[in-house]
């Protein structure tokens, strides 16, 4: 999922839409927020959405929330690693 799709998501649902999104393709492998993939990639991306979503609730504008996240990633990466 592209950058700009993910905005996509965190501009138009809330932190609980993406629960409950998030939720629903987990019990029923589909969900009202209209993702179609496979159901890993489907919840990666609407849990990125929801991390944004909930920085941007703090404050942060999209651009630094993304950033947060990216680090955030590295980080659990790079932990794995050792």
Excluded at 8 to 13: N, S
Excluded at 51 to 72: K, N, T
Aim: proline share 1%; glycine share 4%.
């Amino acid at each position: 999922m592209k950058t700009s799709e993910i905005k996509e998501l965190v501009e138009k649902y809330s932190p609980e839409q993406l629960e409950t999104c998030i939720a629903q393709q987990l019990e029923k492998g589909e969900n009202f927020c209209n993702i179609v993939d496979r159901s890993d990639k489907v919840i990666e991306e609407l849990s990125k959405a929801a991390v944004i979503r909930e920085l941007m609730g703090q404050g942060m504008s999209f651009s630094e929330a993304l950033r947060e996240l990216a680090r955030r990633i590295r980080a659990v990466y790079g932990s794995e690693a050792k």
